[in-house]
């Protein structure tokens, strides 16, 4: 880590009431009291100051605070700047920071100095990117409970577990049997079959944990012509997909996003499957389509007439679209509506919200799984199935693997680490985080 005096806007880019400049580096209480006109000022209090430019001009009226290390977000002493939002006033500081040898803070490296100075750990940083892109009251509290350290004790939990299961494996091989606890071959295999089981559980709610981040993916799909954007029309509340009897009006996927029961939800209107088009555009848009039934947590299937299956998946909804024009409604499994009048379309919702809520409840107070965590959580559930399935007295074995596997769980708290997983990790903030 360098040691700069870096600087960034905190708060919204645009025109603002206040604008909040952070500034991290090391013994800055003499530009603090510098900036504020007095000298032995206090840590954490706030003074109302013109603050002025080396040439005594008034750049500003602001409220200056200074946060003496380690007591501070980054651990280094900290500067916060509260001006008023007006983009010429907060390009002024900026300058006046730049001539005193201060540096644009580059994305994430407020958190990466917090990281290194032992404020946080990478679930920390993961929970408070969560935060930063929360839309929604469950996200929020998902992510707050990550950023809070919820998920670093349990990571912690079965890191230590891990190395002494380790441990234990290794000294069977060192030690007498009368120098050991009683069974302690038995009960390394037992106590890895637990965290095995942990992670394995923890692994299986990803969807669910993905779905509460990146938001609940619902694809409106079907053949050309049943009625599929007026469809996603009516739930999305607005005109967002083009209307036509022409087959294959829809070329791309149109998406919006909805607050569903204060969860996220991405609805996609597709392309319409048929499988005879020579228009290479419309063909495009299919297999976008295709990729949207993949990425899907709900397929709603829209049809005009008999479904062509009977077979309706976990992760599916059965529409039979223009039920104003029908004189009976025989198909028990599926939801009539019609995308014209609006019938049906309560009982449709009923029906997202029921599959919304079979993936998603209680995952709020799981792991804030992502890709990272997801990938390295799979590396130590797999170490922890190897050390399984050795048989006999193979224990130098088994604690390699398990040594792995606390290894893989140190990675994702940041406590082993190499430099991409911590690029990947702080890149994902924003300036003055």
């Not at 002025?52 to 980054?74: L, N, R």
């Not at 430099?419 to 890149?427: G, I, L, N, R």
Request: charged share 25%; proline share 2%; with cysteine.
């Amino acid at each position: 880590m360098n040691n700069d005096t870096i600087f960034a806007l905190s708060s919204g880019h645009g025109k603002s009431g206040v604008a909040v400049i952070r500034i991290s580096g090391d013994n800055l209480s003499d530009f603090a009291e510098r900036i504020i006109g007095k000298f032995g000022i206090q840590p954490r209090h706030a003074y109302f100051v013109n603050l002025s430019d080396d040439a005594g001009e008034i750049i500003d009226q602001c409220i200056i605070t200074y946060f003496a290390a380690p007591q501070s977000f980054t651990g280094t002493d900290v500067i916060e700047i509260a001006s008023h939002g007006a983009p010429a006033v907060i390009n002024k500081i900026f300058e006046f920071l730049s001539a005193h040898n201060m540096r644009m803070a580059t994305p994430g490296e407020f958190t990466r100095r917090a990281f290194y100075n032992n404020k946080m750990d990478l679930t920390d940083v993961d929970g408070l990117a969560a935060l930063l892109d929360a839309e929604t009251d469950v996200q929020r509290k998902s992510a707050l409970a990550g950023m809070m350290g919820r998920d670093g004790k349990i990571y912690d939990t079965w890191r230590s577990q891990m190395i002494e299961i380790a441990a234990y494996s290794a000294a069977i091989l060192d030690y007498d049997a009368d120098d050991l606890p009683k069974n302690i071959g038995q009960t390394v295999r037992e106590k890895i079959k637990q965290l095995y089981t942990e992670i394995e559980n923890a692994l299986s709610r990803y969807a669910a944990a993905r779905a509460i981040r990146g938001g609940f993916n619902i694809a409106l799909v079907g053949e050309t012509n049943v009625g599929k954007s007026s469809l996603f029309n009516q739930i999305v509340g607005t005109n967002r997909a083009i209307v036509s009897d022409i087959p294959g009006t829809t070329r791309d996927v149109v998406s919006a996003t909805l607050d569903i029961d204060e969860y996220l939800v991405n609805v996609s209107d597709t392309a319409g499957l048929r499988e005879n088009t020579d228009d290479k555009i419309e063909q495009i848009g299919i297999e976008r389509t295709k990729n949207e039934i993949e990425n899907a947590d709900l397929i709603i299937r829209v049809y005009t007439g008999k479904p062509s299956t009977d077979k309706i998946a976990d992760n599916e909804i059965v529409v039979i679209n223009k039920s104003d024009l029908l004189k009976s409604k025989p198909n028990k499994k599926a939801i009539y509506v019609s995308a014209k009048t609006g019938d049906g379309l309560n009982e449709l919702l009923g029906a997202i919200r029921t599959q919304l809520h079979k993936l998603t409840d209680g995952s709020e107070n799981m792991l804030v799984i992502n890709a990272r965590t997801k990938c390295l959580l799979e590396t130590a559930r797999d170490e922890l199935k190897s050390a399984m399935e050795i048989r006999g007295e193979n224990f130098d074995l088994i604690s390699e693997h398990v040594r792995a596997a606390a290894d893989a769980i140190g990675k994702i708290l940041g406590q082993i680490t190499a430099a991409d997983v911590m690029d990947a990790t702080f890149s994902q903030l924003c300036l003055g985080k």
